[in-house]
């Protein structure tokens, strides 16, 4: 499977795990009106959905080349990205800090997400890589 292939369905399932979380969050909110969500829900939800794609592109691009390589961007990429999250969290809750709660947990859940999903994919993109290699 080449990377743009993998890529385009990597995007597919991204956004319809995307739209399966507002679906959700939707749902929350209407059957359990009691339950305030941040303001910033959306501008969370596009953060991790547009940084989760671009590190995916750079992990499929990566993987091209040596698995020494692919181990190294892998893990930069992952250490990169755990900062840039801390940052972006923690700036949104100093500046919100009446939300303070629910965005860390709307993050911690967003993340645990959006990561688990990553990982499955590269991992799925590497055994097919691998079984059509073995042909």
């Known amino acids: 499977m080449n990377i743009l292939s993998s890529y385009k369905k990597f995007i597919v399932n991204l956004s319809a795990i995307t739209i399966s979380l507002i679906v959700i969050l939707f749902s929350i909110k209407f059957l359990i009106p009691s339950i305030n969500f941040p303001d910033l829900t959306w501008l969370i939800l596009a953060f991790f959905y547009i940084f989760t794609a671009l590190v995916h592109l750079g992990l499929l691009k990566a993987g091209e080349k040596r698995a020494v390589v692919f181990i190294r961007v892998f893990m930069l990429a992952t ?49 097919l890589k691998d079984k059509q290699n073995r042909v």
């Open 79 to 127: 250490f990169l990205k755990l900062m840039i999250y801390l940052g972006f969290v923690l700036v949104l809750i100093y500046f919100f800090r009446e939300d303070a709660a629910g965005i860390a947990i709307l993050f911690m859940v967003l993340y645990l997400v959006f990561t688990s999903y990553e990982i499955i994919a590269i991992l799925s993109h590497f055994r």
